[in-house]
């Protein structure tokens, strides 16, 4: 189950959001500094292009705001969850992402889930 804090959305525009906490998900840690970490930046921007890839879209990647992990022990895999933001035709919205990325023989990613979560559709 997801630990609920106050969410900043409720009645604003995009820019108007000040950040006042996150949902965690269950078994998942915040990552410190998302919005600075290189590589969950580059997590971030390749799940907008395989998404893209996916759906024949074509989101922009502009930001990181939060992520999270999962260490999946014995698969040797971590999960990410990371709220990010795209731009579709100078439309800003905010996206939830989960990325696999496995490190076995090579590492590869596997885009989990990715869903627009601002503003509704």
Do not use: C
């Not at 969950?40 to 922009?60: C, F, M, P, R």
């Not at 800003?92 to 090579?106: H, I, N, Q, S």
Request: no cysteine; hydrophobic share 40%; glycine share 6%.
């Amino acid at each position: 189950m997801a630990t609920q804090v106050a969410s900043p959305i409720d009645g604003k525009k995009l820019g108007d959001i000040k950040p006042i906490g996150v949902m965690t998900p269950e078994g998942f840690t915040p990552i410190p500094d998302a919005e600075k970490n290189p590589h969950i930046i580059d997590l971030a921007g390749w799940a907008v292009d395989q998404y893209n890839k996916e759906h024949g879209t074509s989101l922009k990647f502009k930001k990181v705001y939060y992520a999270f992990r999962q260490v999946i022990y014995g698969a040797d895999d971590i999960m990410y969850s990371i709220i990010l933001e795209a731009d579709y035709r100078a439309r800003k919205g905010v996206y939830a992402a989960t990325v696999r990325e496995r490190f076995r023989m090579l590492p590869e990613r596997e885009l989990v889930a990715f869903v627009k979560i601002f503003p509704p559709a």
